[in-house]
């Protein structure tokens, strides 16, 4: 949720959808990754997926109760 906030506030603050912004960076990842300096993050964009909005929430809620229920178990 916080990340899809993030994601509004960034686009009403430039105009741009996310798609749009990604492609507006396009040139200088490109040129990063060109340059070859940065192997780590070379190997994060090409292996990156588009994370499924549901299994992100799902995931955050689970760790959300499966924090309560440790402190509740105290």
Same mark, same amino acid.
């Given at each position: 949720?916080?990340?899809?906030? %993030?994601? $509004? $506030?960034? @686009?009403? $603050?430039? +105009?741009? &959808? @996310?798609?749009?912004?990604?492609? &507006?960076? +396009? #040139?200088?990842? &490109?040129?990063?990754?060109?340059? +070859? ?11 990156? @997926?588009?994370? *499924? #909005? *549901?299994? @992100? =929430?799902? =995931? ?10 440790? $402190? %509740? +178990?105290?």
């Amino acid at each position: 949720m916080a990340t899809q906030q %993030a994601a $509004r $506030r960034a @686009e009403q $603050r430039t +105009g741009l &959808s @996310e798609e749009q912004w990604q492609r &507006s960076l +396009g #040139p200088y990842i &490109s040129a990063v990754l060109a340059a +070859g300096e940065h192997p780590m993050l070379a190997r994060r964009v090409h292996e990156a @997926e588009e994370p *499924d #909005p *549901d299994a @992100e =929430f799902a =995931f955050g809620l689970a760790c959300v109760l499966d924090g309560l229920a440790a $402190r %509740a +178990g105290r």
